[in-house]
C-alpha cells in the first residue's frame, strides 16, 4: 500500500473516528485515502486551519482520546500554530500533521517551503520529521504514546507528500498498536505510599479541608473518583475554571469556582478560612491564585500539591507537600485507604460553606441588575436564563471574552452529564464555534452551545457555514456589544481611559446568520430573551441568537481584580460580606 493508506490505516487501529482539516495540494493523496470507500474515518473540512484545530482541540477535551488534524503547506501550519500550542499548555492529547513539500525540493527555495518541524518543537511534546514510510507504523505508535501518556499533550508528524505516495509492502512493517494508549491518561502513575500516609495525616488533623480541583481532574476524567473520595472523607470542593464539573454542581460538596476570574464570592472566601487546600491538577498560575496573592500566607494552613506534571510542583508554593501523580489514581488510592479512624474536622465546616452558598444563588436569582439604565441585558441574566433551560445533557463551549467570567459565576448545570469546556492557556478568540461542532462529533447525544463575543464571531463565522453544510443542531448564543468586550473592560475599568478605538460598528449579525441557513433570533430588549431561548430550544436545526448586552463601561465582570480596583469588595453578596450573619459560630483557627 501507499503511505497515505498506511497512515490511515493506522489511525484506524487507534480508533480515530474523524479528522479535521483544511484541503491543500500537498495533502490531495492524503484526502484521497480518507475517501476511500473501505475508510472508516470521517473527515471534517473547516474553513480555516486555526478552527480546524481547536476542532481537533475540542474534540479531544470531550473523548480523551487524541484528536487529529492535518495542515497543509505553506500558510497552514502558521494558521494552525495557535490551536496546536494551546492544546499542548492545557494537556489535552491532539496529533498535529503538516503535509509538507516533498523532500526532492527541500532546500531549493520552492514556494510556501517551511521548517514545520522546527515550528512546532516549542509548543509540542515532540516534532516529527517523517522521512520514510517505512517508519510510519512506528512514527504512529510513537506520536500517540507521547500524547497521551504522563502530562498529556499535542505531537507534530511532519510529512513530505513523496511519502504519501511511497509503496510499502505490509508484510514488511508492524502495525500493531498499543492499545493503552489510544486515549488520555494512558499508564497513569499514581502516588507514592509514603505520601499517601502524610496526606491521611494531614486530613486527619485539619479542622477545615478543602481540595481545590483544577484541569487536571478533567483531563484525568477522574469525575467519578473525585466525588467518592469527597464524599468517603467529607472534604468540600471548589475549582479552577476549567475544573469546572470535577464534580457535580449540585453535589453538596461542590462549593463553587475560585480565583479571579468568573469567582464565586463563597468559594474564595472558603480558601481564607481552610486550614488544609490540597491543590489538584492545578497549577496554582496566576488567575487561580489571583495574582499568587490569594490566599494569603498563613503559617496554620498546610498546602498539599498534586500533579502529574513535577516540573510545576514547588513553582508557586512553599513549605508545600508535592506528590507526583496523576489526579485519578490519587484519588482512587486514597478511597482505596478506608475512611480516616479518627478525624479533627469541624462538623460545621460544610454546612457553613453551603450556607454561604444559598446566599449567593438566593441573590443571584432574584434578578437583582438584570437590566442597565439604558434597557440593556447584564450577561448574566443571559447565563442564567439558559442554565434553567439545560436538563438534558449538552456540551457549553465558551469563547474567551465577555461570555467567561459570566458562565463561570452563574451557570449552575442541574444534568451531570451536561460539561462548559473552555480554552483558558492561551485564550484564543474564536474557539466555540469549532468547539460545537467538534462536540457533535464528540458526542451526539449532547446538543452542543456555543457562547462568544464580538471579537470571537469575527475570528470564525466562516465555520457558520460548516456548523449549516454538516447539519449540527447548534445553538451560538453570540454576546453582541460591539466591542472586543475584554479588552474594553481593561481599558475602561483597569485603565479608567476611553474605550471608543475599541468599537465596532452595529453588524446584522441575524441577516448574517440566516444567509448561511440559521434560524436567526435577535434579542434587543431584556423581555426578547426568555421567548427567543424558547424557540432556540424548540428548534432542531441550528439556531443563532443574537443577543444585545450592556457594555463593560456600565457593567464591571465578575473579576475579583476588577471589582477591588473599583472600590468595592470582591466577598459580597448584595453589598453584605459573607461572614455578617454568623458571628454566632465564629470559625476558631486551631493550631
Not at 13 to 33: K, M
Not at 377 to 388: D, F, T, Y
Amino acid at each position: 500500500m501507499d503511505g497515505a493508506t498506511l497512515i490511515v490505516r493506522m489511525l484506524e487501529a487507534y480508533g480515530v473516528e474523524v479528522v479535521f482539516g483544511v484541503p491543500g495540494e500537498t495533502s490531495i493523496p492524503l484526502y484521497r485515502a480518507l475517501a476511500d470507500d473501505d475508510c472508516s474515518i470521517a473527515h471534517v473540512m473547516a474553513r480555516d486551519e486555526r478552527t480546524s484545530g481547536f476542532m481537533a482541540d475540542a474534540y479531544a477535551r470531550v473523548t480523551h482520546r487524541p484528536g487529529v488534524v492535518e495542515f497543509p503547506s505553506g500558510a497552514g501550519p502558521l494558521y494552525g500554530l495557535a490551536a496546536v500550542a494551546e492544546a499542548n499548555e492545557s494537556a489535552v492529547p491532539m496529533i498535529a500533521i503538516t503535509s509538507d513539500n516533498s523532500l526532492a525540493v527541500e532546500g531549493r527555495g520552492f514556494i510556501a517551503e517551511l521548517d514545520c518541524q522546527r515550528l512546532f518543537q516549542p509548543v509540542t511534546k515532540a516534532s516529527i520529521m517523517l522521512k520514510s514510510a517505512r517508519k510510519i507504523p512506528e512514527t504512529i505508535r510513537n506520536a500517540f504514546r507521547i500524547a497521551t501518556t504522563g502530562r498529556a499533550g499535542a505531537v507534530h508528524i511532519a510529512i513530505p507528500d513523496n511519502i504519501y505516495s511511497e509503496q510499502v509492502q505490509p508484510g514488511d512493517v508492524s502495525m500493531h498498536v498499543d492499545t493503552a494508549c489510544k486515549a488520555a491518561p494512558a499508564n497513569p502513575c499514581g502516588p507514592a505510599g509514603d505520601k499517601l500516609v502524610q496526606v491521611r495525616d494531614a486530613l486527619a488533623r485539619a479542622r477545615r479541608p478543602l481540595v481545590v480541583a483544577g484541569g487536571g481532574v478533567n483531563r484525568s476524567d477522574a469525575r467519578a473518583a473525585l466525588t467518592e473520595f469527597a464524599e468517603l472523607y467529607e472534604v468540600p470542593v471548589v475549582t479552577s475554571m476549567t475544573g469546572q464539573q470535577s464534580i457535580s454542581d449540585t453535589h453538596e460538596l461542590s462549593i463553587g469556582i475560585i480565583g479571579d476570574n468568573g469567582f464565586h464570592p463563597h468559594a474564595n472566601r472558603a480558601l481564607e478560612e481552610s486550614d488544609l487546600l490540597i491543590y489538584v491538577g492545578c497549577r496554582m498560575g496566576s488567575v487561580v491564585t489571583i495574582g499568587w496573592s490569594f490566599p494569603a500566607p498563613d503559617p496554620e494552613r498546610q498546602i498539599v500539591h498534586v500533579d502529574v506534571d513535577p516540573e510545576v510542583l514547588g513553582r508557586n508554593t512553599r513549605d508545600a507537600l508535592n506528590i507526583v501523580s496523576d489526579a485519578g489514581e490519587f484519588f482512587r488510592q486514597l478511597v482505596a485507604l478506608g475512611r480516616l479512624k479518627t478525624a479533627n474536622a469541624d462538623p460545621s465546616w460544610s454546612a457553613l460553606l453551603n450556607r454561604w452558598r444559598r446566599q449567593f444563588w438566593d441573590h443571584a436569582n432574584s434578578g437583582a441588575g438584570s437590566s442597565g439604565t439604558s434597557g440593556t441585558l447584564n450577561p448574566s441574566a443571559v447565563i442564567q436564563s439558559l442554565g434553567r433551560r439545560i436538563s438534558e445533557p449538552q456540551l457549553v463551549f465558551v469563547d474567551p471574552g465577555t461570555p467567561t467570567p459570566y458562565t463561570c459565576r452563574y451557570l449552575c448545570l442541574s444534568d451531570d452529564a451536561s460539561r462548559v469546556i473552555m480554552n483558558r492557556s492561551y485564550g484564543g478568540l474564536g474557539y466555540a464555534i469549532p468547539g460545537v461542532i467538534a462536540g457533535w462529533y464528540a458526542d451526539r447525544a449532547n446538543r452542543p452551545i456555543g457562547l462568544f463575543g464580538d471579537g470571537s464571531l469575527g475570528m470564525s463565522a466562516g465555520d457558520l457555514e460548516t456548523v449549516v453544510r454538516l447539519g449540527i443542531p447548534a445553538i451560538l448564543l453570540h454576546f453582541n456589544n460591539s466591542t472586543f468586550g475584554w479588552i474594553d473592560a481593561h481599558t475602561t475599568v483597569v485603565r479608567g481611559l476611553q474605550a471608543e478605538p475599541l468599537q465596532f460598528d452595529r453588524s446584522d449579525c441575524v441577516g448574517m446568520a440566516a444567509s448561511y441557513g440559521f434560524l436567526g433570533v435577535g434579542v434587543h430588549r431584556p423581555e426578547d430573551l426568555e421567548p427567543a431561548l424558547d424557540k432556540a430550544f424548540a428548534h432542531d436545526g441550528p439556531v443563532f441568537v443574537d443577543v444585545h448586552v450592556r457594555t463593560c463601561a456600565e457593567e464591571i465582570p465578575p473579576v475579583y481584580t476588577w471589582i477591588k480596583r473599583s472600590g468595592l469588595d470582591p466577598l459580597a453578596v448584595g453589598g453584605s460580606r459573607l461572614d455578617a450573619d454568623i458571628a454566632a459560630q465564629p470559625l476558631k483557627r486551631t493550631a
